[in-house]
């Protein structure tokens, strides 16, 4: 399986400043590039557990008895961690966003380089994908997910022409609906317009931000005193919620205050914003738009 590099490796990894004997989960275990480097700074008596429902990345299972892959969604970490006798861990790590292994197979549908199924899902026994979204949704849902989760400002056109389009003719491939959307990807922003388009329609897909909500939430009880969150985002809407939740505890509104105006936050940041270093950006693209922040239960 391909699966490049992972973006920030060694920063990630650092964030969660390893104990030999800790207890440690990667949420997106993908081809294994971020617990590889856990497990070579863990002692005999540490463990780590991977997360990922993407059956592919279980042909990436690494043979180690320190090691276990739960193959589901990270929404779930609690419930199977609980399963397996872990109520609290020193540290999790979440590399979000679609792998490149997933980017670089035509028939997933992620891509906007190669035609393929309008599919996205990442959990391939999901019922719905991309080509249910595009068929069957309304006009005013499909605008509000373009809105919402691609940023797009004619979002209102975009869903309109798409509702039009698929009363002529099925839209069931990535480059049908490119061909169907032609007249809103200007030459000089085609690629920018349409990565907005498929992000939008690939996070509805897989409940992406809601996914992330329920993970965060779950942290301030699984992190145990001084354990660690280390979490690579790549776009604003998912960076906007982990930085709010380290912030405040919230996803939205202020915290309330108590008597004497405290606010009781579970999480503090660790450590500024980190970005990949230009070197960096250079040999993996994907790097661009990375943002890595850390955080550790509040004292």
């Known amino acids: 399986m391909n699966y490049h590099s992972p973006v920030l490796l060694k920063e990630s990894v650092d964030a969660l400043a390893i104990k030999q004997d800790g207890v440690y989960v ?15 700074r863990l002692g005999v008596e540490g463990r ?42 020193d540290g999790v790590l979440a590399d979000l966003g679609v792998s490149s292994h997933q980017f670089d197979e035509a028939e997933r549908g992620f891509s906007i380089r190669f035609d393929g199924d309008l599919d996205m899902r990442m959990n ?15 006009e005013e849902k499909l605008a509000e997910i373009l809105f919402l989760y691609g940023e ?23 480059f049908q609906l490119k061909e169907a959307l032609r007249r809103f990807l200007p030459k000089a922003k085609e690629h920018k317009i349409l990565a907005q388009i498929f992000q939008a329609i690939r ?15 779950q ?5 145990k005193e001084e354990g660690r969150l280390s979490v690579i985002s790549y776009h604003s809407l998912e960076d906007r919620l982990v930085k709010r939740f380290i912030r405040t505890g919230l996803f939205s509104g202020e915290p309330e205050k108590d008597f004497f105006g405290n606010t009781s936050e ?22 661009r738009s990375a943002k890595l922040r850390i955080a550790t239960i509040k004292k």
């Open 26 to 40: 990667d949420v997106t275990f993908g081809g294994g590039g971020h617990s590889r480097e856990i497990l070579s």
């Open 48 to 89: 780590l557990f991977g997360f990922d429902q993407d059956p592919d990345a279980l042909e990436n299972v690494i043979d180690d008895s320190r090691f276990t892959l739960i193959p589901e969604n990270f929404r779930y970490i609690s419930r199977f961690l609980r399963f397996h006798g872990v109520r609290k861990v």
């Open 124 to 138: 391939q026994k999901s019922k719905i994908s991309a080509k249910e979204i595009i068929a069957n949704y309304s």
């Open 152 to 174: 797009l400002r004619n979002s209102r056109n975009i869903a309109k022409t798409i509702v039009e389009k698929r009363e002529q003719e099925k839209i069931e491939t990535s």
């Open 203 to 217: 996070i509805e897909v897989n409940e992406e931000l809601d996914v992330l909500k329920e993970f965060l939430q």
């Open 219 to 223: 942290m301030p009880n699984l992190l």
């Open 266 to 287: 579970p999480l503090q940041k660790v450590g500024k914003l980190i970005v990949p270093t230009p070197q960096e950006i250079n040999t993996n693209n994907r790097a």
